[in-house]
């Protein structure tokens, strides 16, 4: 099976996601992995495909060129050997929320602390909510920890972030639980 | 007894409705202790309902005084045939997995506190008050009772679906 990253964003409207599986599911593509939402006025569709028997980029010809027509920016790329594949992450999982008045400069700081400290992010959603004349920006973010760091390690490097960045931040735990 | 083989979705086992316990005998004390024994074997687990080994009756067991969440809030090992929730109150939201659909888990909002009536082990009548960890592992195991999964449960969209970090 070959695999391939698909990202398509564009205008929403009803039908994207029935006009893109279509050329999938007619070209005998499986969709492996995906996740889709509404970011702003825009729909994004991020995909893992595989493939029996295509092989490159090449192979799909014309496919996509149909979407490309009506507004959707598309990317497909192949994936290396083994691209499809989860990593092991072993860990605690954490959840971080960040949220304050908008101002520049939120994101990177935290995301540059945590890359900093080898701790790996595994989904981040940031939206802006609030009234016009007071915008709040809120960012949530899912680390896992690696085995050396503790909760209350991340949680301590994230109250010094709050206080320089003039934002509330807050860490739990959210391991699932097995029932 | 024996640690029994979790059945794993999509086996239609897992989707079907149970039947009432009618009486309350060896086979079903003999059930009991599969249920036991293959709770404790799988060593993190902290409940398992009969049809996730294959059996539809309306028995299942929980037990949360091992676990972190459920240490401090518990009624130890419950054995509990023909459970029905009598009351809910309030919600909490855990991130839940289960031994019948691996690498998934997700976010499911449940009732925080419980009133939960069933028939022990022992042909006893009890009801108990379940709160927290406690409560949501009775819910989940009582779902199994209906024929369904915490899939059906999954309450927010965003940052849902998790592979679970590997033993």
Same mark, same amino acid.
């Given at each position: 099976?070959?695999?391939?990253?698909?990202?398509?964003?564009?205008?929403?409207?009803?039908?994207?996601?029935?006009?893109?599986?279509?050329?999938?599911?007619?070209?005998?593509?499986?969709?492996?992995?995906?996740?889709?939402?509404?970011?702003?006025?825009?729909?994004?569709?991020?995909?893992?495909?595989?493939?029996?028997?295509?092989?490159?980029?090449?192979?799909?010809?014309?496919?996509?060129?149909?979407?490309?027509?009506?507004?959707?920016?598309?990317?497909?790329?192949?994936?290396?050997?083994?691209?499809?594949?989860?990593?092991?992450?072993?860990?605690?999982?954490?959840?971080?929320?960040?949220?304050?008045?908008?101002?520049?400069?939120?994101?990177?700081?935290?995301?540059?602390?945590?890359?900093?400290?080898?701790?790996?992010?595994?989904?981040?959603?940031?939206?802006?909510?609030?009234?016009?004349?007071?915008?709040?920006?809120?960012?949530?973010?899912?680390?896992?920890?690696?085995?050396?760091?503790?909760?209350?390690?991340?949680?301590?490097?994230?109250?010094?972030?709050?206080?320089?960045?003039?934002?509330?931040?807050?860490?739990?735990?959210?391991?699932?639980?097995?029932? | 007894?024996?640690?029994?083989?979790?059945?794993?979705?999509?086996?239609?086992?897992?989707?079907?409705?149970?039947?009432?316990?009618?009486?309350?005998?060896?086979?079903?004390?003999?059930?009991?202790?599969?249920?036991?024994?293959?709770?404790?074997?799988?060593?993190?687990?902290?409940?398992?309902?009969?049809?996730?080994?294959?059996?539809?009756?309306?028995?299942?067991?929980?037990?949360?005084?091992?676990?972190?969440?459920?240490?401090?809030? !518990? !009624?130890?090992?419950?054995?509990?045939?023909?459970?029905?929730?009598?009351?809910?109150?309030?919600?909490?939201?855990?991130?839940?997995?289960?031994?019948?659909?691996?690498?998934?888990?997700?976010?499911?909002?449940?009732?925080?506190?419980?009133?939960?009536?069933?028939?022990?082990?022992?042909?006893?009548?009890?009801?108990?008050?379940?709160?927290?960890?406690?409560?949501?592992?009775?819910?989940?195991?009582?779902? !199994?009772?209906?024929?369904?999964?915490?899939?059906?449960?999954?309450?927010?969209?965003?940052?849902?679906?998790?592979?679970?970090?590997?033993?």
């Amino acid at each position: 099976m070959h695999h391939f990253s698909l990202t398509l964003i564009g205008q929403d409207r009803i039908g994207i996601v029935a006009q893109v599986t279509e050329i999938l599911f007619r070209r005998g593509c499986n969709i492996a992995d995906s996740s889709c939402t509404l970011l702003g006025g825009q729909f994004a569709m991020i995909l893992i495909i595989s493939h029996p028997s295509i092989d490159s980029v090449a192979g799909f010809g014309n496919a996509f060129a149909p979407l490309e027509a009506e507004g959707l920016a598309v990317s497909l790329r192949p994936l290396p050997p083994g691209g499809e594949q989860a990593p092991d992450l072993s860990g605690s999982l954490c959840l971080i929320s960040v949220y304050g008045s908008d101002k520049p400069g939120i994101v990177y700081p935290v995301v540059k602390e945590l890359g900093d400290r080898r701790i790996n992010i595994t989904d981040l959603n940031t939206k802006l909510v609030g009234t016009t004349q007071n915008p709040v920006y809120v960012m949530m973010i899912e680390v896992v920890l690696p085995p050396q760091i503790s909760l209350e390690d991340l949680a301590g490097w994230m109250a010094a972030l709050r206080s320089s960045l003039q934002v509330d931040i807050s860490v739990r735990d959210i391991t699932p639980v097995e029932l | 007894m024996a640690v029994r083989e979790i059945l794993l979705y999509p086996d239609p086992r897992l989707k079907s409705p149970c039947q009432i316990v009618e009486k309350a005998d060896g086979a079903c004390d003999a059930l009991i202790q599969d249920l036991v024994d293959t709770m404790y074997g799988a060593g993190h687990s902290v409940g398992v309902a009969a049809p996730q080994i294959g059996v539809p009756q309306r028995v299942a067991v929980v037990d949360v005084s091992a676990s972190r969440q459920g240490r401090d809030n !518990h !009624h130890g090992l419950l054995t509990m045939i023909n459970p029905i929730i009598l009351q809910r109150s309030g919600t909490m939201t855990m991130r839940e997995g289960c031994m019948s659909v691996p690498d998934y888990t997700g976010n499911v909002a449940r009732a925080e506190e419980i009133l939960v009536q069933f028939l022990d082990r022992n042909g006893r009548s009890r009801a108990i008050r379940c709160r927290g960890f406690e409560a949501v592992a009775v819910q989940h195991e009582l779902d !199994h009772l209906d024929g369904r999964l915490f899939l059906d449960r999954i309450s927010s969209l965003k940052t849902d679906l998790f592979r679970r970090k590997k033993p």
